[in-house]
């Protein structure tokens, strides 16, 4: 195989890799069912996007969902967001989300951040 084939092989798998998770995301930030959820843990992938409002990093929420009808349950959420949102999610802070209601796993922190009480 030649050079110039594997890389672009490579940037085809990163392209997959990185946008394919997104079309799911923007389905559930579209058509979802708005929520309330604590964080309990936060972490950066490394992945980083820019746009034209500036560079979004890719973050990593644990969260526990709370349906208004229903038991708490943990979710993780993993998308890129801007960096006022990513100053605002601390572990304890309660935040809008997103969930898919034929797939509660499924969930997206709704941006611009709500902080509700």
């Not at 923007?26 to 980083?48: F, K, L, N």
């Not at 100053?87 to 935040?95: A, D, H, K, Q, S």
């Not at 989300?97 to 611009?112: C, F, K, L, Q």
């Amino acid at each position: 195989m030649s050079i110039g084939t594997s890389v672009l092989f490579v940037a085809l798998a990163a392209i997959a890799v990185f946008s394919v998770p997104q079309r799911g995301l923007s389905r559930v930030q579209e058509s979802g069912v708005t929520v309330r959820a604590t964080v309990i843990d936060i972490s950066e992938t490394g992945a980083s996007r820019w746009t034209r409002e500036g560079t979004r990093r890719q973050i990593r929420c644990e969260l526990e969902v709370c349906p208004p009808d229903g038991v708490p349950y943990r979710a993780r959420a993993v998308q890129f967001v801007g960096a006022a949102t990513e100053e605002v999610l601390r572990p304890g802070t309660t935040v809008a989300v997103r969930v898919d209601p034929s797939r509660p796993e499924h969930v997206a922190i709704d941006e611009p951040l709500s902080r509700v009480a």
